[in-house]
């Protein structure tokens, strides 16, 4: 597996990254590829832009994302509005997949019963990975159904 971090500051920097990370996958075994999308920056056309550029350069990459209030970068906070990291993973068994809730009080039993039927479905599922970004609402609820996920399955992630 490898890591890479990217400061976003402008489609030069940014698509220079990216190139970088192309270069790297072409002279590595690399199978799966997660970009993961920091943003302190509200602005859904940015974030869309940038969605849009990765789309276009590594249309076989995956990605997420969620709002912060801060970044860190190399283990210190980071000036940079928007943070991305890189995941490659160069074990060509591992598989990846991505779903997005929207995460509502009322949906917590459905949203939670949807993954874990997806969990079952795909036994490949060892561990799921989880950004929540709402402050003020009550994580129990979800914890508790949570709990129902199939043994063995690691659940790791921030709120």
């Not at 997420?64 to 993973?89: E, H, Q, R």
């Not at 995460?103 to 459905?110: K, M």
Request: charged share 25%; aromatic share 10%; proline share 3%.
């Amino acid at each position: 597996m490898k890591q890479f971090q990217i400061l976003y500051e402008n489609d030069k920097g940014f698509l220079a990254n990216l190139e970088e990370i192309k270069q790297w996958r072409a002279s590595h075994p690399a199978y799966v590829t997660i970009f993961r999308i920091y943003s302190q920056d509200m602005d859904f056309g940015h974030i869309r832009h940038i969605c849009d550029c990765l789309e276009r350069e590594m249309p076989e990459a995956l990605y997420l994302g969620c709002t912060t209030n801060a970044n860190i970068v190399d283990g210190a906070l980071s000036d940079a509005k928007i943070v991305l990291t890189c995941t490659v993973f160069e074990c060509e068994t591992t598989q990846a997949k991505i779903l997005q809730f929207p995460f509502l009080e009322e949906n917590v039993v459905q949203d939670v019963a949807e993954l874990k039927k997806c969990c079952e479905e795909n036994p490949w599922v060892q561990a799921v990975e989880l950004y929540a970004t709402i402050m003020d609402l009550s994580m129990m609820e979800f914890c508790r159904e949570m709990s129902s996920l199939p043994k063995g399955i690691q659940v790791f992630g921030g709120y």
